[in-house]
């Protein structure tokens, strides 16, 4: 019974990412007349190359530093370092990604690809404030809607609700909550405030772009961990709550003794379903921002994408895709190595 669903699964699953591996390790593209040639680890290079390059700020005749207009240091020339020095050649073709003043001199973070670099930090930032507080409010839920109440099952219904909503719908629908101009958000805002707080284009702008994605990501699929929660909820005995009461528990003391130790296998399932779902981000940011504003909603999969079909870099799409399948294994292993050092 298990033959037809192993082949479908081989086909279109376990044959396409050997060959991403076997892709990741040339220079394929979609359509070019060049034949395909192998270029060995250039392409993991070109993504992972990062540098740390230290200059000292430039002095005068007399020793003293020279400052610009505006009266900061002034440092020598960065592309001298990155465009065929011969004394600095690993740093060849790379790109300034952030620097950081130490005293007077300043560190310069290199990137040979800058906006992947960015790529994996953000997708690194969603996966670490997703999982705890999607989780952790998904518990809640649970909690307030495991009870015997009349009427809880239209709750549970609508906290549900996002959940079997298409996820593109979602994104479009909180683009225009998010609008700069007429978004409900800013609209009710304004209305609390008595038109005090400033309009905002939260997706237009960088500084808070990917935290507009997380809330909605967070509000999206809250639902859907809510129901793994509830069920082990209900798998926990009744007469251990009965014990607890007759003890003369608290309900913090009934949770933490009872509840939360009952709760332990479905917490690593819950915390392992959102972090695979969380590297997997990448329909909210292609219909919500494609990336941008500046980069600062670049994730992995998006990239990954982008380069492969949108670029047709089909070389590098798959190297991408390598990656992150290496990263994702490397956090599955730590979490189950966390979880047998718990047990």
Do not use: C
Request: charged share 15%; no cysteine; aromatic share 12%.
């Amino acid at each position: 019974m298990a033959g037809p669903a192993a082949v479908l699964m081989g086909l279109f699953i376990v044959l396409p990412f050997l060959f991403a591996i076997g892709l990741s390790f040339t220079n394929q593209r979609l359509i070019s007349p060049n034949p395909t040639q192998f270029v060995g680890l250039s392409n993991y290079s070109q993504l992972l190359g990062i540098g740390l390059l230290t200059l000292e700020p430039e002095r005068d005749d007399a020793g003293e530093i020279l400052r610009e207009e505006d009266g900061t240091v002034s440092y020598p020339a960065l592309r001298g370092y990155t465009r065929n020095n011969p004394d600095y050649p690993q740093f060849d073709g790379m790109r300034e990604w952030f620097s950081v003043s130490l005293g007077e001199s300043r560190t310069y973070v290199l990137a040979r690809d800058v906006v992947f670099a960015k790529a994996v930090v953000n997708t690194i930032i969603f996966v670490l404030v997703v999982a705890p507080v999607q989780g952790g409010l998904a518990l809640v839920l649970a909690l307030l809607i495991n009870q015997k109440l009349r009427g809880i099952n239209v709750f549970r219904a609508i906290y549900f609700m996002p959940v079997v909503v298409s996820i593109v719908v979602v994104s479009l629908l909180w683009r225009f909550i998010y609008d700069g101009q007429s978004g409900l958000l800013n609209n009710l805002l304004g209305a609390l405030t008595f038109g005090a707080f400033p309009r905002i284009d939260w997706l237009g702008n960088p500084s808070t772009a990917l935290g507009a994605i997380i809330a909605m990501s967070i509000w999206q699929a809250v639902g859907f961990h809510m129901v793994i929660w509830l069920s082990g909820l209900q798998t926990i005995s009744p007469s251990l709550y009965e014990a607890a009461a007759i003890e003369g528990a608290s309900k913090w003391q009934t949770f933490r003794y009872v509840t939360w130790p009952g709760l332990r296998n479905t917490a690593v399932l819950v915390l392992i379903v959102i972090t695979m779902q969380a590297f997997a981000l990448f329909a909210q940011i292609d219909v919500m921002t494609s990336g941008g504003p500046l980069d600062s909603t670049q994730t992995i999969v998006f990239q990954a994408v982008e380069r492969g079909y949108g670029k047709q870099d089909i070389s590098g799409g798959s190297t991408i895709s390598v990656i992150l399948f290496v990263f994702v294994l490397a956090i599955s292993l730590l979490q189950r190595w966390l979880t047998r050092e718990k047990k």
